[in-house]
C-alpha cells in the first residue's frame, strides 16, 4: 500500500464499497454524533466523510485534534444509508469506516477559519495566504486560473503561434509606469529594470522573422492597486503577429476569446463573433465611456435640439456655446418621482448640482410629461424627446449638459447607475466588443500642446498622408481595445514600425528627431534593417480569470497578491537588506526626510 493514500479525497465512489483503502488530508470539521465521530477529510481534491467509533484506535487523538491538522486514515469503503447521502459531493454516496489512524502534522491555533466563507479582513487574509488558499472558493478560483491558463496555451498553438520568452532584466522604459529598478553588482552605478510588458522585445521578434509569437507573460510596474488591477506584477497574454491588418488580429483572436470564454462560462451566453466594433467617439457618446457594458441596454442620445431657445433657461444658455450638448439618458420602468429624486440625490452626492429629468405619466386617462424640466419645456418640446428616446408611459429621461469632454463620464457612471437600479443590465452574458478608431492626438489645455491620446507608437490611419496633410485632432490611429462586460481586457494597436513615419508623429506631439533617436535607438535601429507590417495586443490574464470566476476583485484570483499598499504581508516584503548587501550594489540610502 502507498505511503499515504490509495486515493485522493475526491476519488471513491459506491463502486468502491468494500474496498481497503487509505486516504490523507485536512480535517476540515468534525461533529459528534452520539458516540459516532465523523470526520470531513479534505485535500486538494475534494472531501471524503470519515467515520470513527470510540473503540477505533486513536480516537481520542483525532477527538483533541484541531481543524487542519494533518492525518492519514486506513479503514473501508461503506454505502452510506440513504437518509444521509449527500447528493452535493461527489462522494456523497459513501462514507469510510476507519480502522487506523496517523497524525502527520497536527495544527495550531488557526487566526482564521476555513471551514465556511467568512468575510475576514484582507490583511489578514494575505498574511495567511497558505490558510486562506484552502477555502474552497479561492482554491476554485486558483485552479480555475491554471486551468485557463492550460486552455489559452493550447487554443494559441492552435491557432499558429509559437511562445517564445523574452527578458526580464532590461532597461528602464522613458514612457508609461513607473519601473521597478533592479542594480547592477557588476556596473556600479547602473539598473535594470523589471519589463513593463514585453512590447519592444515582441516587435523586435517580428523583425528578426518570426510570425506569429505569443507568452503567458509577467509584467511589472510601480503603480496604485484598483479592484481590477493588481499592484506590482501581472500577467497577460502577450501576442504579436506579422504581415497582419488590423482585422487579421480580430479574426484570428475572437475565436480565441469566445472559445476561451464558451469553455469556463458556466452556460453563459457569449458574444458570437464577429464581436462588434464601435468607434471611440460612438462609444464615449453612446455610453459614457470607452469600456461599455453592452448588458447594459442603455443608449445616451443628443437632444439639444429639443432645448435651443427653448423655455428650460438652463440649457437654452448652456447651448449658446456651440462646444456644448445636451444628452438624455432613457431610463425605461423609472417614470415616478421618487425614482427620479433619488437619481438627482445620488447626482449630487458625486459632486453634480443635479441630475434633470422629464417622467411621463397618466393624470385622469391624458398622457402628459412631469418634472419641472417638463413644465418650463412645453409639450411639443417633450414629446419630441420622448419620440426620439421611444419612451412611454412610465418610463423617464434624465439630462446631462455642459461640454461633453467634461460631462461624459459622468454621464456613463449615469447610465450604470440607472441600468442597475432598474435591472436593465442582463446577468449570465459576456458581451465581447471591439473599441476601434481611437484619435490619435488630443489638445493638452494645461501645456496648450498637441499630446498623444493612447499609444505613441500605433500606426496612424492613413500614414504619412495624413501626418502631413490632416489636422491632428481628425488623425485616427490603428488602436483597439478588447472589452468584456465593462472590462478593458487589453489594448492593441497595428504597429507603427517605419521610422519615417515614427520620427514624424513624434514631431507633431513636439518631440524633436534626437530625442527620439535617444530614447528609442533600440527599436528605430532595428526598423531601419527591413521590418514586416506587424500587430498585436495584450489581454491581461488576471482580469479574464476575474470575470470567469465572478469576482470584483482581482486579488481573489491571484495565490499570492500584494496588497493595496503593494506590501506582501506572508513575505514581509518589501523589507531592508543588509549594510553588505548595499556596498556589493554600490548603494547608498538616502531615505525622505520626515
Not at 523574452?166 to 522604459?173: D, E, G, Q, R, V
Not at 458570437?272 to 447594459?296: A, E, H, Q, V
Not at 410629461?369 to 412645453?378: K, S, V
Not at 492593441?492 to 513636439?510: H, K, S, T
Request: hydrophobic share 40%.
Amino acid at each position: 500500500m502507498h505511503a499515504y493514500r490509495t486515493h485522493t479525497c475526491g476519488a471513491l465512489r459506491l463502486a468502491d464499497k468494500g474496498a481497503n483503502v487509505r486516504v490523507s488530508g485536512w480535517i476540515h470539521r468534525k461533529r459528534d454524533h452520539g458516540g459516532l465521530m465523523f470526520v470531513d477529510l479534505r485535500d486538494h481534491y475534494g472531501l471524503t466523510q470519515l467515520v470513527f467509533s470510540p473503540e477505533t484506535p486513536g480516537f481520542a487523538t483525532v477527538e483533541r485534534l484541531r481543524a487542519e491538522s494533518v492525518i492519514q486514515v486506513d479503514g473501508e469503503v461503506v454505502a452510506r444509508t440513504p437518509e444521509t447521502i449527500n447528493p452535493n459531493l461527489p462522494t456523497g454516496e459513501i462514507e469510510v469506516r476507519v480502522r487506523e489512524v496517523a497524525v502527520l502534522s497536527e495544527a495550531a491555533e488557526l487566526p482564521l477559519p476555513v471551514f465556511g466563507e467568512p468575510d475576514y479582513p484582507e490583511d489578514i487574509r494575505l498574511k495567511y495566504r497558505f490558510l486562506d488558499l484552502r477555502r474552497e472558493s479561492l482554491h476554485r478560483n486558483i485552479v480555475l486560473r491554471a486551468k485557463v491558463i492550460e486552455s489559452i496555451r493550447r487554443r494559441m498553438v492552435g491557432a499558429g503561434f509559437t511562445e517564445f520568452q523574452t527578458p526580464i532584466l532590461t532597461a528602464s522604459s522613458p514612457e508609461g509606469a513607473r519601473d521597478y529598478l533592479v542594480p547592477s553588482r557588476v556596473h556600479p552605478g547602473k539598473f535594470y529594470a523589471l519589463p513593463q510588458a514585453p512590447q519592444q522585445f515582441k516587435q523586435l521578434l517580428m523583425v528578426a522573422g518570426f510570425d506569429r509569437y505569443f507568452q503567458i507573460a509577467p509584467c511589472f510596474r510601480d503603480e496604485d492597486a484598483r479592484a481590477d488591477r493588481s499592484p506590482g506584477e501581472f500577467y497577460q497574454l502577450d501576442l504579436e503577429m506579422s504581415f497582419a491588418t488590423q482585422e487579421d488580429v480580430f479574426s484570428t483572436m475572437e475565436p480565441v476569446l469566445h472559445g476561451l470564454f464558451e469553455e469556463f462560462a458556466d452556460g453563459k451566453q457569449v458574444t458570437p463573433y464577429p464581436f462588434p466594433r464601435i468607434p471611440y467617439r460612438d462609444s464615449i457618446r453612446k455610453y459614457g465611456t470607452d469600456k461599455p457594458d453592452l448588458r447594459n441596454p442603455l443608449v445616451m442620445q443628443d437632444v439639444s435640439e429639443a432645448f435651443r431657445g427653448g423655455g428650460f433657461g438652463v440649457f437654452a444658455r448652456m447651448l449658446e456655446s456651440p462646444k456644448n450638448a445636451v444628452w438624455a439618458l432613457p431610463a425605461p420602468g423609472g417614470g415616478s418621482r421618487a425614482f427620479c429624486d433619488r437619481m438627482n440625490s445620488w447626482a449630487q452626492s458625486e459632486g453634480q448640482p443635479g441630475l434633470g429629468y422629464v417622467f411621463w405619466r397618466e393624470e385622469n386617462g391624458v398622457e402628459e410629461a412631469a418634472g419641472p424640466i417638463a413644465r418650463n419645456l412645453g409639450p411639443e418640446r417633450t414629446q419630441a424627446i420622448r419620440d426620439q428616446l421611444g419612451l412611454k408611459v412610465g418610463d423617464a429621461a434624465f439630462f446631462i449638459g455642459g461640454d461633453p469632454a467634461s460631462f461624459y463620464k459622468f454621464a456613463g457612471l449615469a447610465r450604470t447607475k440607472v441600468g442597475t437600479e432598474l435591472n436593465l443590465v442582463a446577468e449570465g452574458r459576456f458581451d465581447f466588443c471591439w473599441i476601434v478608431d481611437f484619435p490619435m492626438y488630443e489638445f493638452n489645455d494645461e501645456t496648450k500642446q498637441i499630446d498623444f491620446t493612447h499609444n505613441p507608437f500605433s500606426m496612424p490611419q492613413g500614414e504619412l498622408e495624413a501626418l502631413n496633410t490632416k489636422d491632428p485632432l481628425d488623425i485616427l490611429a490603428y488602436q483597439y481595445d478588447i472589452v468584456v462586460n465593462g472590462v478593458e481586457l487589453c489594448s492593441g494597436g497595428v504597429r507603427n514600425y517605419r521610422p519615417d513615419i515614427l520620427l514624424r508623429a513624434f514631431e507633431i506631439a513636439g518631440y524633436p528627431a534626437e530625442e527620439v533617436e535617444r530614447q528609442f535607438a533600440g527599436m528605430l535601429n532595428a526598423f531601419r534593417y527591413g521590418a514586416p507590417p506587424h500587430a498585436g495586443m495584450a489581454p491581461g490574464v488576471d482580469r479574464i480569470v476575474m470575470l470567469l470566476a465572478g469576482q470584483q476583485n482581482i486579488r481573489e484570483v491571484i495565490a499570492f497578491p500584494l496588497n493595496q499598499q503593494g506590501q506582501d504581508l506572508m513575505m514581509n516584503a518589501p523589507s531592508e537588506v543588509s549594510d553588505k548587501q548595499l556596498r556589493d550594489l554600490h548603494i547608498r540610502l538616502a531615505p525622505p526626510i520626515k
